[in-house]
């Protein structure tokens, strides 16, 4: 942004950061005048819901532990009956993207307090997106009403989140930021942000890889998450988002996954047009960045093909044709070949050049 022309509107949740934070959740509940909080929770994740409903105490009127990836709107409907027959003045979501997407699903439902408590390296806390999907495709909604209230970051309740997920999800803060850099809306807080995020997630993975208890390399990964999730909290999303928004809500990939194996095709198809705006991460990965960012990943041993998780060739037809409807902005025009040449490379497993 080498003529400093830019708009900035700096917009967040209430932030507690720290170890040992969710022992305040009662505290930060009293403040928001809710009354009692329901507690949402993916299944596997029961465990910690019930933990934080013992740490609400009677502020807690029960357990909805049933959030499901990509937000299907006939989950969202069960958990707002909940809500209703509990008579919850307040929503607690204690997980990762799921969890706190049907969090802001009913948000968008009930206007009610939000509190989040994040266990994962999403970052969707500190958004106002909110992806939901209904016959077989995934609509996005940006709303900053939709954001949580309060979120309270604890590193330690990442430390039980496994190691291959940690590292796919810390992938996939990387996306948020890294997009970030060359939206078409960015701004120097945005930008400044998008890159100490990067840095604190290329140093921390690899410890946690290595070390999955290391307690600073837990912190470090939760703070990069924090700010590639304001990233993209902040700015308007490009081609990235939008392949990923395709292949999780019309085709059920994973989401963590997927956006760890699209990144570094993503950044090769926009190399050339945005060669200024990603300079800073040539320094973290290399000349090469989108070469670099797949050998990153590699190291870790995060997937790199998507086919390995249920998409088939026959597919990548259609995905292309669905990229291409609606856009968004993008530095390199989107143009159909392209990117089913580039979903193809990302279908094999190809080291992006």
């Not at 496994?162 to 850099?181: C, F, K, Q, R, Y």
């Amino acid at each position: 942004m080498s003529n400093r022309s830019f708009e900035y509107s700096g917009r967040s949740p209430h932030v507690i950061f720290a170890t040992g934070s969710r022992s305040r959740l009662a505290e930060q509940a009293k403040k928001l005048d809710c009354g009692t909080l329901i507690v949402l929770a993916t299944p596997e994740q029961q465990d910690i819901a019930e933990e934080m409903h013992g740490h609400l105490g009677s502020a807690s009127a029960g357990i909805f532990a049933k959030a499901t990836m990509h937000t299907p709107v006939h989950v969202t409907e069960q958990a707002m009956q909940e809500l209703r027959d509990r008579k919850a003045g307040g929503i607690l979501a204690v997980g990762g993207g799921s969890t706190i997407g049907l969090g802001k699903a009913l948000k968008l439902r009930s206007r009610l307090p939000y509190i989040a408590l994040p266990t994962t390296y999403a970052g969707s806390e500190v958004t106002p997106i909110l992806g939901e999907t209904s016959g077989g495709e995934k609509t996005t909604i940006r709303d900053h009403s939709l954001m949580p209230d309060i979120v309270i970051y604890d590193p330690d309740l990442t430390t039980s989140l496994p190691v291959s997920m940690s590292i796919v999800s810390g992938i996939n803060a990387i996306a948020h930021a890294a997009e970030g850099l060359y939206a078409a809306d960015r701004n120097p807080i945005s930008s400044i942000a998008a890159i100490e995020g990067i840095r604190a997630l290329r140093t921390a993975l690899p410890v946690i890889k290595s070390s999955p208890q290391d307690k600073k390399g837990r912190a470090d990964a939760l703070y990069g998450a924090w700010l590639c999730g304001s990233v993209l909290g902040s700015v308007g999303m490009a081609l990235h988002h939008k392949i990923c928004h395709v292949l999780g809500g019309s085709f059920d990939l994973p989401h963590a996954e997927t956006h760890a194996i699209m990144l570094p095709h993503s950044i090769s198809y926009n190399a050339d047009a945005a060669t200024e705006a990603l300079a800073p991460l040539r320094e973290l990965f290399g000349e090469r960045i989108a070469g670099g960012l797949y050998d990153f990943a590699a190291s870790l041993g995060a997937p790199l093909a998507l086919r390995n998780f249920g998409l088939t060739e026959r597919d990548l037809d259609k995905a292309s044709d669905l990229a291409v409807k609606n856009p968004y902005l993008n530095p390199r025009p989107i143009e159909r070949g392209a990117i089913r040449e580039m979903l193809q490379n990302a279908w094999e497993g190809n080291r992006p050049e």
